[in-house]
């Protein structure tokens, strides 16, 4: 079963060099383990995903004008995160679980390594 994600979890880009962290704002209200749990609109750029250290990918603009070198990375997340919980929901909007992906624009896949916190699952 997936674990429900909070702020500070721990996340992985599949062309990012470094991994980073997901920041969820007060805004969300709902605590667990004393942060803030996530939903799959936290997919902000440099709001709530932070850069993953050096960009490689090849669909990026930066990347391909450094003939292939990794550049900087600055997330390009236009789309929630999928699929999120089917089942709980904060706000309106489905909680974000530990096996959720969201895609950055230069075909990046960011994964959640550590949901942040341990004892609470969620489908």
Do not use: K, R
């Not at 996340?11 to 996530?38: I, K």
């Amino acid at each position: 079963m997936a674990q429900l994600v909070v702020g500070n979890a721990v996340l992985q880009c599949s062309f990012g060099a470094a991994p980073s962290n997901l920041q969820v704002l007060p805004s969300n209200a709902t605590q667990c383990g004393g942060a803030f749990a996530a939903t799959i609109m936290d997919h902000i750029p440099t709001t709530n995903i932070l850069p993953f250290g050096m960009c490689s990918a090849p669909a990026n603009p930066a990347v391909v004008a450094a003939l292939g070198s990794p550049v900087p990375c600055i997330p390009v997340t236009l789309a929630p995160w999928i699929p999120g919980s089917p089942t709980v929901q904060i706000g309106n909007q489905p909680t974000l679980n530990s096996t959720s992906m969201c895609l950055c624009t230069y075909l990046g896949v960011i994964t959640v390594t550590s949901a942040g916190q341990m004892p609470t699952e969620i489908p």
